[in-house]
C-alpha cells in the first residue's frame, strides 16, 4: 500500500477534548497511515489545542490551523485541505470519532479499484462498546427523514459485510477523491452542520460519480453535534432547529424540479404534525422551533434558487436516475408515528419532563369525552344536524360572506346596510375555513366535538397552572362537562360551544397579560385581546362576563404603585378596550339597547331561576340536574380557606366566577318571568372559575393535610372530595343514558332533511324566484317567516326590515289566517308569495280556515307540513320577484330575476307600466332600459315595493343594488386604529433599560 496515491486526513475540531484523545489512538493504529494529518480547530476553549500541540510535536499531526467559534464543518474543512499539501486523497474526520485500524487501508483500496468512485466511507458504530449499528450510508425521504440504512439500536454483529452504492455517507471517516471534491467546490457553505454530508452525495451521484460504503471496516461516533453534547451552541443554531432546517434546505437544493413542490406540501404537513404533537404535550416552545425552522427556509427563497444555478454547472445525472438510492416515501402512518414521537421525545430546557405522561393522560382524557359526546349524536353523524341554532347556518361560504358585506341581503323580505346580528358570522367564518370551507360542516363539527375540545383546551390551559396531573385532568374533564358545554352541544348552539372551546386559552392568556413583570406578557395580551374580539362577536355576553373581573384586575395592579403594575393595568385594559373597537356594530346595539350586551347569537331563550344559575345551570337541553354542581361550588368555597401562595389563584378564581355570576344575572333579570338570553357563557366562565379555585384548594389540601397532625380538616376535606370528584363521571354516565335519567332527552338535534317539499325548493330557484310563507303554531299564537328556500339563515336580522315591508307582510298574513277573501291571495302575491307551509303538529282548526281562503288551493302532500299554493289570476297576482304591472297595478307578466339584481329582455307595452320588485324601496336599488335610467315611481298595491315607471318601449333591463355595506366612516377609522394597535402588540419593541 505505500505505492498507492496520497491521502490527507483533515480533523476538525470543536470543543472536542472528551473525545480526540480516543481519535488520535486510533490515527496512531492506522495499519496504513495517511501522509499528512491537518488538524483545523473552530475556537475551542477546553484543552483541545493542547492535546493538538502535543500530537504536533510528537509528529503525528502536520498542520494545526486556528478559525473562529463560530465557523461551519464545511468552512473549516475547505481551511484543512488550502493548507494541506498535493493529495490525491483527502480524510475527512470528526473529533468524536474513531476509525478501526485497518479503515483507511480498506478505504483506500476500494476507492482506488475503481477511477468513478468519488466518495468512499466505513460502517459507523456508536455506543461505549462500539456494538450499535448508526449508519451504512444516509439517505432521505422527500419528506426529510434521514434514513440510516439500520434499524434503531440494531447490534452490529457482522451481518452488514461487503461493499455497498449509497446516496451519500456521513463525513465521519469518510475518503474522498481529490479532484471530486475540487469539481464539487466541497462542502455546501449553507449547510454549516447537517446534512452537509447528504448534499456532497447527491452532488457526487449528479456528476456521475459512485459513493460507496465499505461494511468491512468501521468507524465509532459520538454524534456529539447531534445529540447536543458541545458545550457552545452549534454554528447552526440549537439542534432540533438546526437539522431541521438543514434537512429541507438540502432537498430543495438537490431534488429535481418536478419533486420541488411535492417537498414543500411535505415539509409544510410534517412541521405541522409534528408541532401539534408538541402542542399536545404542552411543549409550546418546542413547537415553535419546529415551525420556525421550516420558515427559516422558506423566508429566503433567493439562497435556494443560487445554490440550484449552481449545481447546473456540475449535474450530469438527471434527477430521476437516483430514485431507486432514495428513502421510500413517508406514508401517514409514519407521519402521525413522527408526530407522537416529537411528542414524547426529549426537547430542549427540560420539557421532556413527563410529556409521555402528559400525552397518554390528555389524550385518553379526550378519547373518553369524545365517546361521551358522540355517543348520544350516533344516529346523526355522517350528515348535516338540524334543529336548534345549527340547522340556521347558511349552506355557502358565499352566503355567508354576503351576509357581511353585501349591501343587500335577501333573507326574508329583504334589508339593506349593515347589521349587528351580521358580526357571529365571524367566528363561523373561521369555522369554515377550518372545515373546508363548508359552514354547514364547521358548525356541525364544533356542536359534536364541542365536549372533547373543550377537555383538550382546557387540560392545555392549566399546565403550568396546577401542579398534579391528576388534578389538571380532573378539572380540564368537570370543565368539558359543565351544563354550558352539555347545553351547547345538545342545543346545536355552535357558536356557543365555540365561545366555550376557546375560554380556557383566553383565561390563559389574559391571565399572562395581567401578571407584572412576566415575559412576553405584551404577546399575551395581544393573543388575548384578538381571541376576545373573535369571541365577543359570537357572544358579547362574554365580554360582560369578564369585564368586571378584568376592572378588578387592572385596579388592583395599579394600586403596587410600579412600573411593572401600571403596565399590567394597561395590557388588560387593552384586552377589554380593543375588542370593542372592533366590534363597533355591536357596541352601537349595545348602547342603543342594553340588553344588546348579554345576548348570545345562538343561544336562544333561558328559563333558569337565580339559583340554578348559581348551581351553574343555564336551562335548556342536555342538562345534568341542577343540584350535581353543588359539590363543585363547594369545594370551591373550602378553597377560600386555602393560606399561602395558593390563596392567590384562588381568590383570583373566584373573581373570575363572581364576574360571570353577575353577568348570568343581570341577562337572566333583564327580561320578564325570567326569560332572558341563553346564559351558557357566562355561566362557563363562572364554571371556570369555580373549578380553578377548587382545583387549587384540593392540591393545596393534599400537602396541607400530609403535614398535618389527624384532625377534623381531614374528614371535611375527605367529604367534600368524594362529594365533588364523581362529579363529572355522574354527568357521563347521565350523558350517555347510563343513569335512569339521560342528560339529552330533549335535544332538538335531528338528521337534516329538506326544510320544504323538492317540488318547492326547485320551483324557488326558478328565475321568478317565488318565496314561500311558514306558518307555524294555532291560530292565536301565530309565528309566521316569509322564507326564500334557504331558511331562516343564522345571522339574519328581522329587526333591520323595513316597517313597511312588515306591516304589509303581517297584513297578509292577518288575511290568510282570519279567512278572508280574494285580498289575501293578491297581498300575498305582492308579496311575492307562491306557497304558505303549516308546519307541523298542524292546528286543524287552522288547517280549515286555510283550506277555505280563496286564491289559495291544496298542493302535493299534507303530511307532516301542510302546503297550498297562491293561484294566480282574478283572485290574485303574479307570484314573482320582479313583475310587469299596469298603472292600476294589475300584474301583466313576470320578470326573470336573479337573488338580488335582474338583467333580462322586456317587450314593448302599452304607456304607464310599472316595473314592480317584490323588495322594500330604498335609494340603493337603480334600474336602466337600454342604459337609460328609470325613475322611481310608487306601486299602487304594494306601496312598501320598490317600483320603476317603465316607457312604452322594450329593450335590454338592468336592475341592481349599488349600496355596498359600508361602516360609517368615524367606525372604520376606530376599529383601523385598533386593529393596527392589535397588530403592532407582538412585535419585537425595546426594552428600557433599568437604571442599575
Not at 221 to 249: D, M
Not at 389 to 409: E, I, K, Q, T
Not at 627 to 656: F, I, M, Q
Amino acid at each position: 500500500m505505500e505505492g498507492a496515491a496520497g491521502v490527507t486526513a483533515v480533523v476538525v475540531c470543536s470543543d472536542g477534548a472528551r473525545w480526540l484523545p480516543r481519535l488520535l489512538r486510533a490515527l496512531r493504529a492506522q495499519d496504513r497511515r495517511p501522509d499528512a494529518v491537518v488538524a483545523v480547530d473552530a475556537g475551542s476553549t477546553d484543552a483541545t489545542l493542547e492535546l493538538l500541540a502535543a500530537a504536533r510535536q510528537e509528529g503525528l499531526v502536520t498542520h494545526v490551523v486556528e478559525l473562529g467559534r463560530r465557523t461551519g464543518f464545511g468552512a473549516a474543512v475547505a481551511e484543512g485541505v488550502r493548507a494541506a499539501p498535493a493529495s490525491g486523497w483527502y480524510w475527512l474526520l470528526h473529533d468524536d470519532c474513531a476509525p478501526a485500524p485497518d479503515a483507511l487501508g480498506r478505504l483506500l483500496g476500494t476507492g482506488e479499484a475503481d477511477p468513478g468512485v468519488a466518495l468512499v466511507g466505513p460502517r459507523l458504530v456508536g455506543g461505549p462498546d462500539g456494538r450499535r449499528l448508526l449508519e451504512l450510508g444516509t439517505s432521505t425521504t422527500l419528506g426529510g427523514r434521514r434514513s440510516t440504512g439500520v434499524e434503531p439500536g440494531e447490534v452490529d454483529q457482522g451481518q452488514h459485510e461487503g461493499v455497498r452504492d449509497v446516496l451519500a455517507l456521513s463525513t465521519a471517516a469518510l475518503l474522498v477523491r481529490a479532484s471530486a471534491w475540487e469539481r464539487l467546490g466541497g462542502l455546501e457553505p449553507l449547510l454549516p452542520l447537517f446534512r452537509d454530508d447528504l448534499d456532497l452525495g447527491w452532488r457526487a451521484r449528479r456528476a456521475g460519480w459512485r459513493a460507496l460504503c465499505d461494511a468491512r471496516t468501521s468507524a465509532w461516533h459520538a454524534e456529539a453535534a447531534r445529540h447536543g453534547l458541545r458545550p457552545h451552541p452549534s454554528p447552526g443554531g440549537a439542534p432540533l432547529v438546526a437539522e431541521r432546517r438543514a434537512a429541507l434546505l438540502a432537498l430543495l437544493l438537490d431534488c429535481g424540479a418536478l419533486a420541488l413542490p411535492q417537498v414543500l406540501v411535505r415539509a409544510v404537513v410534517g412541521a405541522v404534525g409534528r408541532a401539534l404533537g408538541l402542542l399536545l404535550a404542552a411543549a409550546p416552545g418546542s413547537a415553535a422551533r419546529e415551525l420556525l425552522a421550516v420558515a427559516a427556509v422558506l423566508v429566503r427563497p433567493d439562497r435556494v434558487v443560487r445554490g440550484r444555478w449552481r449545481r447546473r454547472r456540475t449535474a450530469r445525472v438527471p434527477s430521476r436516475e437516483l430514485r431507486p438510492l432514495l428513502a421510500r416515501r413517508t406514508g401517514v402512518v409514519r407521519l402521525v408515528r413522527d408526530a407522537a414521537a416529537a411528542a414524547v421525545a426529549p426537547a430542549e430546557r427540560g420539557e421532556e419532563r413527563g410529556l409521555a405522561a402528559e400525552v397518554r393522560g390528555t389524550g385518553l382524557l379526550v378519547a373518553v369525552l369524545a365517546v361521551v359526546a358522540l355517543w348520544p349524536l350516533r344516529d346523526l353523524l355522517g350528515g348535516a344536524l338540524a334543529g336548534g341554532p345549527v340547522g340556521r347556518v347558511p349552506g355557502s361560504l358565499g352566503a355567508l360572506r354576503g351576509l357581511l358585506v353585501d349591501g343587500w341581503h335577501p333573507v326574508g323580505l329583504g334589508w339593506a346596510g349593515v347589521s349587528a346580528a351580521a358580526e357571529p358570522l365571524v367566528p363561523l367564518c373561521l369555522a369554515a375555513l377550518a372545515a373546508g370551507g363548508s359552514p354547514v360542516l364547521g358548525a356541525g363539527l364544533l356542536v359534536a366535538l364541542g365536549v372533547p375540545l373543550a377537555g383538550l383546551t382546557a387540560s392545555l390551559a392549566l399546565r403550568g397552572v396546577l401542579e398534579r396531573r391528576a388534578v389538571r385532568l380532573w378539572a380540564a374533564g368537570a370543565y368539558a362537562l359543565l351544563p354550558a358545554a352539555t347545553g351547547a352541544t345538545a342545543g346545536g348552539r355552535s357558536l356557543s360551544a365555540l365561545v366555550v372551546v376557546a375560554l380556557p386559552v383566553l383565561l390563559r392568556l389574559a391571565g399572562a397579560a395581567a401578571q407584572p413583570g412576566r415575559r412576553r406578557s405584551w404577546h399575551a395580551a395581544w393573543g388575548a385581546a384578538l381571541l376576545l374580539g373573535v369571541l365577543a362577536a359570537a357572544a358579547p355576553q362574554l365580554w360582560t362576563a369578564l369585564a368586571p373581573a378584568g376592572v378588578l384586575l387592572a385596579l388592583l395592579a395599579l394600586a403596587q404603585r410600579t412600573r411593572a403594575g401600571a403596565a399590567a393595568a394597561l395590557r388588560v385594559a387593552l384586552v377589554l378596550v380593543l375588542p370593542l373597537a372592533l366590534e363597533l356594530p355591536l357596541l352601537r346595539a349595545a348602547l342603543d339597547e342594553p340588553r344588546a350586551a348579554l345576548a348570545v347569537a345562538d343561544g336562544g331563550t333561558g328559563r333558569s331561576a337565580p339559583w340554578e344559575l348559581l348551581l351553574l345551570h343555564p336551562g335548556g337541553p342536555g342538562m345534568a340536574p341542577v343540584l350535581l354542581a353543588a359539590p363543585l361550588v363547594l369545594g370551591a368555597l373550602a378553597a377560600l380557606l386555602v393560606e399561602g401562595r395558593r390563596a392567590a389563584a384562588v381568590r383570583t378564581a373566584w373573581l373570575l366566577a363572581l364576574s360571570g355570576w353577575a353577568a348570568a344575572l343581570t341577562a337572566a333579570g333583564a327580561h320578564s318571568a325570567g326569560r332572558g338570553p341563553w346564559t351558557g357563557p357566562a355561566l362557563a366562565v363562572a364554571g371556570a372559575g369555580v373549578l380553578l379555585a377548587a382545583a387549587t384548594g384540593a392540591e393545596a389540601a393534599v400537602v396541607r393535610l400530609r403535614a398535618r397532625a389527624f384532625g377534623w380538616r381531614h374528614p371535611a376535606t375527605a367529604l367534600v372530595a368524594a362529594l365533588a370528584l364523581p362529579v363529572p363521571l355522574v354527568v357521563a354516565l347521565l350523558w350517555v343514558g347510563a343513569l335512569p335519567v339521560a342528560g339529552t332527552s330533549r335535544s332538538p338535534l335531528r338528521a337534516a332533511e329538506p326544510s320544504l317539499p323538492a317540488y318547492v325548493l326547485a320551483d324557488l330557484a326558478t328565475p321568478d324566484r317565488p318565496r314561500v310563507l311558514v306558518l307555524a303554531g294555532t291560530g292565536t299564537r301565530l309565528r309566521w317567516a316569509v322564507e326564500r328556500g334557504g331558511g331562516s339563515p343564522l345571522g339574519g336580522d328581522p329587526s333591520r326590515e323595513p316597517a313597511a315591508a312588515r306591516r304589509a307582510a303581517a297584513a297578509a298574513v292577518q288575511a290568510v289566517a282570519s279567512g278572508q277573501g280574494g285580498g289575501a291571495a293578491r297581498g300575498l302575491a305582492a308579496l311575492g308569495v307562491r306557497y304558505v307551509v303549516l308546519r307541523a303538529p298542524v292546528d286543524e282548526a287552522l288547517r280549515r280556515t286555510l283550506d277555505g281562503v280563496p286564491g289559495l288551493t291544496r298542493s302535493g302532500r299534507q303530511e307532516p307540513d301542510g302546503v297550498w299554493e297562491v293561484a294566480s289570476g282574478r283572485t290574485g297576482g303574479l307570484s314573482a320577484r320582479l313583475r310587469v304591472t299596469d298603472a292600476r297595478g294589475a300584474d301583466l307578466a313576470a320578470v326573470p330575476a336573479r337573488p338580488v339584481g335582474a338583467v333580462a329582455r322586456l317587450a314593448a307595452g302599452g304607456a304607464g307600466r310599472l316595473l314592480v320588485l317584490a323588495e322594500p324601496a330604498g335609494p340603493g336599488w337603480h334600474a336602466a332600459l337600454d342604459g337609460r335610467p328609470l325613475a322611481a315611481a310608487s306601486d299602487p298595491v304594494a306601496r312598501w315595493a320598490q317600483a320603476f315607471a317603465l316607457p312604452a318601449s322594450g329593450g335590454r333591463l338592468v336592475l341592481r343594488h349599488s349600496a355596498p355595506a359600508v361602516r360609517p366612516e368615524q367606525e372604520l377609522r376606530l376599529a383601523g386604529a385598533a386593529l393596527l394597535l392589535l397588530l403592532a402588540l407582538p412585535l419585537p419593541w425595546p426594552r428600557r433599560r433599568s437604571a442599575s
